[in-house]
């Protein structure tokens, strides 16, 4: 009772929490979807049986005629758009293809084209009602598409009722059976779900392969399954002295109905997805932080020795990150978290994470830190990833590498280097592409994933450079505090900077994130005490010139561009500004010149840094 009850009271903190941020926004409105569904498993067949309610509230000002369910699991059958693009993009996803044939001449085949009638993935909608009549509906691919017999009003609300049969797929992309650890289910985009409605639409976006946007809503789940499976996944299970398998009270006595099966139930307040795996042989350690907040670990038993001491090793680890998240974007608003062996490589959802088992200890760790970073901006934040998913994995990317480079004491300068590095190969190699791009349009896996995840991450990393580390550090908990629960837009981020450092950033903003524009700054001439700058890239930065003088003293310069309106706050000599219109940029120092450095800090992403020193050993710049 003293569960339910704190579970009720985390329901209206956190809606009272998401109303009070959307209404602080004017003309800013977030859907409601409540859902309620109740699943009978036959582990054997890996089919299942679902009911599901839906209580949709429309906080949008439209008049809604239509609704869209998400039918993910559709997309794992031959001839989806998931099958075709799988044949027809240049560097498929490895996990999602067989790889046949020579080095010279390889045969790739997609996994979802070889699928049998019992191995595909489906949801069979059965029936659906709206207030208690029936809809018309058509199934077009991984979308439903539904016509309401009654508009839903602004402000107003309407209750649909679902039958529906599902198929686990093979495992060949986050969900599905059987994974090649042996992971019975993995069960990821398993319902069907109300596609989102924002102030942009409808995103009733097609599942190619990327990832996903859900509305907020209470979850109510009950899972009906063989009793040898042990579950975990989102939200907070409601009956554990009926269940055991790790959730029970040990001071307490486990009381198990009879029959084959247990009924798992589940609350999950204010999240926007609801995942779960499920597998006979899993071990089930509970880790519990100070704070009170309960960390969950599933993985399979049959682990090799190595792996099994990875996962207690990480244990406190993933407390730590915990904490480390808390501090430095914001509070989690759960009493849970888990991380589960499970899925293909690494995903985020709802509270916890999929992650696959057979790792070293620093993978293991470098993965859930990677995972657990997503709640923040996947999860509690969640932008539009179809649309912006370089918000997502990027920021993600940036903040589970500082880390990462804290907890585990690895002391580097620039713990985002590794980002820089992908994203010099994308430009070398002519393959980056602008990240306004929707996610599903880009022509290779290798711009999408160089885009999202480590340019992504230097549009923070970067920043530093641009308005000050600490400014950033401000304004990612500026961002979190006004945006949470909201899904921000890239507009969001760069006006928490704005408002944090006083400074202009609509220019950085666009050049960084909407067009391809590289930045390449080079020491022109040096002639006597004179110092010539050039900007040979498109895309125009501040300055920051480090100058050792022959008498070995150092001095640094910063020369902000004209259209940021200021400086960053910095103990270097401040210069005037630089306008972007002109190309080269002199000024004069007060002593002989020894060495000359664009940038010692090497966070701007410059794509020629040999152009960046000058030495006067040698009469010339380093080339």
Known sequence: ???????????????????????????????????????????????????????????????????????????????????????????????????????ENPIVKSRIAALKPNEIGYIKVKSLKQNGKDLKYEVVGTVLEVTLNEPIQPGGKATFDMVFDAQVPVQIRRSGRNSKEGVAFSMTQWFPKMAEYDFEGWQAHPYIAREFQGVWGNFDVTIHIDKKYTVGGTGYLQNPQEIGHGYEDKSKPVKQKRGKKLSWHFLAPNVHDFTWAADPEYI??????????????????????????????????????????????GQYPYKQYSVIQGGDGGMEYAMSTLVTGRRSFGSLFGVTAHEMAHTWFQFLLATNESKHPWMDEGFTSYISSKATNEILKRGRKNPHKGSYGGYNYVVKNNLEESLSTHADRFHTNAAYGVGSYSKGSIFLSQLEYVIGKENVAKAIKKYFKDFAFTHPTPNDIKRSAEKVSGLHLDWYLNEWTQTTHTIDYGIKEVNGRKITLERIGKMPMPMDVTVTYADGTKETFNIALRMMRGNKPTDATILKDWTWAHQTYSFSVSKDIKKIEIDDSELMADINRKNNVYEALNKKMKN
Request: proline share 3%; charged share 25%; glycine share 4%.
């Open 284 to 329: 089930h350690d509970v880790y519990k932080m100070k704070n009170g907040i309960d960390l969950h670990f599933l993985y399979k038993k049959t682990l090799a020795p190595k792996y099994l001491e990875n996962w207690k090793k990480v244990q406190p680890k993933t407390a730590e990150l915990m904490t480390y998240f808390s501090e430095n974007i």
């Open 1 to 103: 009772m003293k569960k339910f009850l704190f579970v009720a009271l985390s329901f209206s903190m956190m809606i009272s929490h998401a109303q009070m941020k959307n209404s602080s926004r004017n003309g800013y409105w977030q859907q409601q979807a409540d859902y309620t569904m109740d699943i009978d498993v036959d582990v054997k067949k890996f089919q299942y049986k679902g009911k599901q309610k839906i209580v949709y509230t429309n906080n949008s000002p439209d008049v809604l005629k239509n609704v869209y369910y998400h039918l993910y699991f559709n997309a794992f059958q031959p001839g989806s758009q998931m099958d075709a693009r799988l044949q027809s993009i240049a560097d498929p996803d490895g996990r999602m293809v067989i790889k046949s044939g020579t080095k």
